[in-house]
Nanobody, 116 residues
Framework: QVQLAESGGGLVQAGGSLRLSCTVS????????MGWYRQAPGKQRELVAS???????IYADSVKGRFTISRDNAKTTAHLQMTGLKPEDTAVYYC??????????WGQGTQVTVSP
């Protein structure tokens, strides 16, 4: 069974940094795309950043220049380095993995809280 394990959330002051990690296990195939989404209270889940198998990245306008997504050589772990954090970045962050066959897979979510 495919599972996504997330780590790295927490509480940080505005201007600080956090690094989120997501590791995929239980699949015989590497995910085509791995990404991070976030959902703040009362808001819809939104894409934060994603990275494809060949390293193509996409970022939400609100995080460009502050967040960096990367993927390890084994293609099983994705990292989201977040710098210059703002209170509006506060949300539950969810890892997502897209495969050629089958539904998207989601992590359980990790809370990121940025205090003013």
């Amino acid at each position: 069974q495919v599972q996504l394990a997330e780590s790295g959330g927490g509480l940080v002051q505005a201007g600080g940094s956090l690094r989120l990690s997501c590791t995929v296990s239980g699949s015989g195939f590497s995910a085509n795309t791995m990404g991070w989404y976030r959902q703040a209270p009362g808001k819809q889940r939104e894409l934060v950043a994603s990275v494809t198998w060949i390293g193509t990245t996409i970022y939400a306008d609100s995080v460009k220049g502050r967040f960096t997504i990367s993927r390890d050589n084994a293609k099983t772990t994705a990292h989201l380095q977040m710098t210059g954090l703002k209170p509006e970045d506060t949300a539950v962050y969810y890892c997502n993995a897209k495969f050629t066959i089958g539904p998207d897979r989601w992590g359980q979510g990790t809370q990121v809280t940025v205090s003013p």
